[in-house]
């Protein structure tokens, strides 16, 4: 009898995340039938979407989130025994799953040759954060040699990407985060341009000095006051703005007020396009093929910040919506 350890969403969120908010419990699982397949979490995912999506999800159930879980039983010829698996099983240790897509969520994937390198990158720079940063990157945002681009979130698990690979396209690239120690390992490592700590510098004041002439391409992933600031401020004619996510506002109990932008949108005549990962699944393994390319030619840096002990999921979760994170915030069970 296997039993798996389980966290459920016992109480909405009010504001930051509280630990009693979520139920760690114990269930016993049945024998898998034909059709099914046995998997154990190896790796979990926390992401800033957890947060986003609380208010819509069903409470008493297992809380959302993508793993890499190993095949231990089956009975499903696609899913063998032995194989990994990114899946959105939730946060839990053990899953029976018919490898069919659970409606809403994405459908579960035996992992790609990675060609050695960790499989815990499924849910990082080989997996959706990943594929956000190359497909918001080269579809949306669209830079071109010699732009400067301005992006937020900018150590994150998307930000730390998207930057590098408008390195790679050849532009200027400024970076914004939360603490100075993100911005050494963003210049010093990653080869960024310049950074701005969003919480010591004057956003406005230290862009026009990095930025002189504007920016010409916007990725944001946190929404605000700063995107406002970026919006209505820096950006040049005709330039465009990748909105990614605004985890500005996640947490807070009333829709955050922020300085309008429709002024800065119409006098620059910006184009200003929201993206969703999802958008991109039918050509998936083309960003995670890409990204892993540039990996090995050295041309593509990730990191993950990760937490021992499944039982350490919270923290883990509310750690990253605290900047904690330094690229990818993962669980290791
Ligand atoms: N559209 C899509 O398909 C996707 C969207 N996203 C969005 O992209 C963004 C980044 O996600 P991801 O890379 O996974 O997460 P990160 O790895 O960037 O982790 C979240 C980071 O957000 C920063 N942060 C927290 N609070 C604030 C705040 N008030 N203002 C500014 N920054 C803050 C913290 O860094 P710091 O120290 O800098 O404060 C923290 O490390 C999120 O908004 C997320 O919702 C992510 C994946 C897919
Ligand atoms: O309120 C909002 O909508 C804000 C959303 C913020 C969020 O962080 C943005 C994007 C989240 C991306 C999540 C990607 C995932 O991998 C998990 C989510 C969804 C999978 C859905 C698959 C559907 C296939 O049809």
């Keep these: 009898m296997v039993v798996a350890k389980v966290f459920k969403f016992e109480k909405q969120f009010d504001g930051f995340p509280q630990e009693t908010d979520l139920k760690l419990v114990e269930e016993q699982l049945p024998e898998i039938k034909d059709g099914e397949f046995l998997a154990e979490a190896v790796y979990l995912s926390v992401d800033p979407y957890m947060r986003a999506y609380a208010p819509r999800l069903p409470l008493g159930e297992t809380y959302v989130g993508g793993q890499v879980a190993k095949v231990t039983e ?52 080989l997996g959706m954060p990943g594929n956000t940063a190359y497909f918001g990157v080269t579809d949306i945002l669209q830079p071109q040699q010699g732009h400067t681009v301005a992006v937020t979130g900018a150590a994150g698990a998307v930000g730390s990407l998207v930057g590098q690979i408008c390195k790679i396209k050849g532009c200027k690239v400024i970076g914004i985060a939360g603490s100075d120690e993100k911005g050494k390992w963003l210049v010093d490592e990653l080869g960024f341009d310049s950074f701005i700590n969003y919480k010591s510098d004057d956003v406005g004041k230290a862009l026009k000095e990095a930025a002189p002439q504007g920016v010409d391409r916007y990725f944001d992933n946190v929404g605000g006051e700063i995107s406002s600031t970026i919006i209505n401020q820096h950006m040049k004619n005709f330039g465009r703005v990748a909105v990614c996510g605004c985890i500005s506002g996640y947490n807070e109990k009333e829709p955050p007020k922020a300085t309008p932008i429709q002024k800065g949108v119409l006098r620059h005549q910006l184009r200003m396009q929201g993206l969703h990962s999802t958008r991109w699944e039918d050509k998936w393994m083309e960003g995670i093929l890409q990204n892993k390319k540039w990996i090995e030619e050295g041309r593509l840096k990730y990191r993950e910040t990760v937490t021992e002990g499944f039982e350490n999921m919270f923290k883990a979760f509310t750690d990253m919506l605290r900047g904690g994170n330094f690229g990818k915030a993962i669980v290791k069970v």
């Design 74 to 125: 089956s009975k499903n010829p696609k899913f063998p025994v032995g194989k990994y698996v990114v899946a959105h099983f939730g946060w839990r240790t053990h899953t029976i799953s018919d490898g069919k897509r659970t409606p809403g969520w994405t459908i579960p994937m035996v992992l790609p040759d990675f060609g050695g390198l960790p499989a815990s990158l499924a849910l990082g720079v």
